[in-house]
């Protein structure tokens, strides 16, 4: 993760041409510099879903990278817009297509996004977590709001114990 920018760097009385790697100064606005903070995930298996697509999407730029595959450039404005676009609708609205220039469906371009890392996420054992849930927590949420239960019992069917997690 990165620091916000400006954020003072820590200081040290060592001298050394190390660099300082206490904030992100990569600013290329192309694909694959950064992975942002997903939100919480009440599903174990939701959790372990969004960890495998991010650890393949590393992985699989990592590998264009090395190999000369040409990733996009994008102006950091369309990246902002599909932003704002997953924070206010999620997986139910729509994304920029950047190939196409139109919008398209959240869940599409989330499953091509997924076929695109599944070469890399087979090779590592992250593809049998890449699972795009019918419906995300927010979804299930409205839906139990909607049928008229309480917020106190919206959050009790969240935290219900599922599946156990073991160390």
Same mark, same amino acid.
């Given at each position: 993760?990165? #620091? ?6 820590? #200081? #040290?009385?060592r001298?050394?041409?190390?660099? /300082?790697?206490?904030r992100? #100064?990569?600013r290329?606005?192309?694909?694959? /510099? %950064?992975?942002?903070?997903c939100?919480? =995930?009440? /599903?174990?298996?939701?959790? =372990? ?27 950091h ?10 924070i ?10 950047? /190939? ?6 959240? %869940? ?17 054992g ?13 979804? %299930? =949420?409205?839906?139990?709001a ?7 019992e919206?959050?009790?069917?969240q ?9």
């Amino acid at each position: 993760m990165r #620091t916000a920018a400006g954020a003072a760097s820590p #200081t #040290t009385s060592r001298s050394s041409t190390a660099p /300082d790697r206490s904030r992100s #100064t990569r600013r290329s606005g192309g694909a694959c /510099d %950064r992975i942002w903070i997903c939100d919480a =995930q009440p /599903d174990l298996l939701e959790a =372990q879903s969004v960890a495998a697509l991010c650890y393949s999407l590393a992985a699989r730029c990592a590998r264009a990278h090395d190999e000369g595959e040409p990733l996009p450039s994008l102006p950091h404005r369309l990246l902002e817009e599909n932003l704002w676009r997953a924070i206010r609708y999620g997986l139910s609205g729509e994304l920029l297509d950047f /190939d196409r220039g139109e919008p398209v469906p959240a %869940r599409a371009r989330l499953e091509a996004l997924v076929e695109w890392a599944l070469p890399v996420a087979e090779e590592t054992g992250a593809a049998p977590y890449l699972v795009v849930p019918p419906l995300t927590a927010s979804d %299930r =949420q409205i839906a139990l709001a909607e049928e008229g239960l309480t917020l106190e019992e919206i959050y009790a069917e969240q935290v219900r114990a599922g599946e156990p997690v073991e160390g």
